[in-house]
């Protein structure tokens, strides 16, 4: 249980020198030089979060002293090690959120040699005083995946970040003259729903399908500049419809919602490819909207794996960044997925055995 006593000589700036292990199941950390409450969180949410990940561990706030306590040492240690990478990550400049705690957290205990500071520390893009940064070990390891390949594929479910990194990765690479123009696109498919005839031009009637991609890029990048940009075409968001026949040269190319592709369209797509150029396409092979037929993301899968310079990073709901409840309700869809999978297999066998039977008895 976490418990904060304020003192009044505390001050309310609070640095990182090493931790004092005063006994068996205890350890104290000093702090100078930090605001505590970008430790511990609003209503020291934070700190309850830290609790969660090592039960057992109770951790007391004293002015500028933070103290853990608990019957296990080893619970104890790591509960320590997270506090000091949190607060090294603090005078990074990162503000913490639960998702750096419980991602940190997760780090220490799979390598204890592994620094969330380094893999979660470096930032893509800074603008308007906000960073975009990966916050998970899987988000890193799909940001490395698209600086080392040429075509990416981002894979897993909603809230993991799939697009705003490759779009952040997209417009980093035009600060730096990597390309000369990001191509953002998505296909045209309505989400289980029928919206008739859209009103107005055809810019309007698809802009509704493009809008996500539009307010990531006023996210990354000055409002009054984007317009410039996509008159000039230096960015240009359009339909999948109007790949077709192209060539993609000195561009990064972004395709989301790749799991309402066709084969065929994922395969022209594929193709657009020009010299210069890099692609990352993502898409959750769970939330298939096509009404009927193969997706050409579940199908890419088997059929380039084997493609050197092709990368498919795979991304689970330990990546969401979202509300908390998001990582839940992914893992009780694919929970139940499984189960209806299962059963299908078992009716499936099961008819096969009773048609067995019944040519034998013939």
């Known amino acids: 249980m976490c418990t904060r006593t304020s003192s009044p000589e505390a001050s309310e700036r609070v640095p990182l020198p090493p931790a004092e292990n005063s006994a068996s199941g205890e350890a104290r950390i000093h702090i100078d030089g930090i605001a505590m409450v970008r430790l511990l969180g609003p209503q020291d949410r934070l700190l309850s979060t830290i609790e969660k990940q090592y039960p057992g561990v109770d951790v007391h706030v004293r002015g500028n002293e933070v ?8 619970k104890v240690d790591a509960a320590r090690r997270l506090v000091e990478e949190l607060l090294l990550m603090i005078k990074n400049g990162q503000d913490l959120t639960s998702t750096e705690v419980t991602s940190s957290a997760a780090i220490l205990d799979a390598d204890k040699s592994a620094s969330p500071v380094d893999l979660l520390g470096q930032a893509i893009l800074s603008t ?9 070990a899987g988000q890193k ?26 779009m952040a990765k997209a417009v980093q690479a035009l600060q730096r003259k990597e390309v000369n123009r990001i191509i953002l696109t998505r296909p045209a498919v309505e989400a289980g729903e029928r919206l008739g005839y859209l009103p107005g031009s055809l810019t309007d009637k ?10 990531a890029l006023n996210e990354m990048l000055d409002p009054e500049v ?8 230096t960015i240009e968001v359009a339909p999948l419809a109007y790949m077709r026949g192209r060539t993609l040269n000195d561009s990064f190319i972004v395709l989301d919602e790749a799991q309402n592709t066709t084969p065929e369209q994922m395969k022209m797509f594929l193709t657009r490819l020009g010299f210069g150029s890099r692609m990352v396409i993502t898409g959750d092979i769970t939330q298939v909207d096509l009404p009927m037929g193969t997706s050409g993301l579940q199908l890419v899968t088997r059929v380039l794996g084997d493609i050197d310079d092709i990368h498919f990073a795979t991304m689970t709901s330990a990546d969401v960044v979202r509300h908390t409840l998001v990582g839940q309700i992914v893992d009780a869809y694919t929970k139940y997925d499984q189960i209806q999978m299962a059963k299908k297999a078992g009716d499936t066998i099961g008819a096969s055995e009773r048609d067995q039977r019944y040519k034998k008895t013939r």
């Open 141 to 166: 390891a799909y940001v490395d995946a698209i600086d080392e390949n040429t075509i990416v594929f981002g894979i897993g479910p909603a809230g993991t970040g799939k697009t705003y990194l490759a």
């Open 206 to 215: 698809i802009d509704p399908y493009l809008r996500p991609l539009y307010d």
């Open 67 to 74: 103290t853990l306590t608990g019957d296990d040492a080893d």
């Open 128 to 136: 308007r005083g906000k960073s975009i940064r990966p916050k998970t």
């Open 226 to 233: 984007v317009p410039k940009l996509l008159a000039a075409g």
